[in-house]
């Protein structure tokens, strides 16, 4: 029984001291397109990995994205990501879910192939719907 009392002791001193240690977005790549596509006209409440959000850690992932004729994105595929994998299934739901300008070019719009997009996650930005997932 003493046992149990101090061990429920102990870990409730050591929950209560523990802190959230803010860990910053390091080497955040830039990249330059032939293009340039302008920020989405319509997009869903940005989500942020709650197991990042958590653990205050933020990260980016880059992503290669088709745009089709009505600013839709298709075929989303990873390029890179750091530093953890759990950013990915949240980049992939921010960047879906978004409709851009579309590419116009002599006044029609085209179909934009492997445009890169880098998708960081700042805890300081306001993400509006936390993945739960």
Not at 81 to 87: A, I, R, T
Request: glycine fraction near 6%; charged fraction near 20%.
């Amino acid at each position: 029984m003493k046992i149990r009392i101090i061990t429920s002791i102990l870990i409730l001193f050591f929950t209560g001291c523990t802190t959230i240690e803010v860990l910053p977005v390091k080497n955040l790549p830039s990249f330059k397109n032939e293009v340039t596509l302008g920020s989405p006209v319509n997009a869903p409440p940005r989500k942020y990995p709650k197991s990042m959000l958590e653990a205050g850690q933020e990260g980016w992932v880059i992503l290669k994205v088709d745009i089709d004729e009505t600013g839709a994105p298709n075929n989303i595929r990873v390029v890179d990501y750091s530093p953890n994998k759990d950013f990915i299934k949240a980049a992939k739901y921010n960047v879906s879910g978004s409709i851009f300008a579309p590419h116009i070019v002599n006044g029609q719009a085209v179909y934009l192939k492997d445009y890169t997009l880098v998708t960081s996650f700042k805890l300081s930005e306001k993400y509006l719907k936390p993945d739960s997932r």
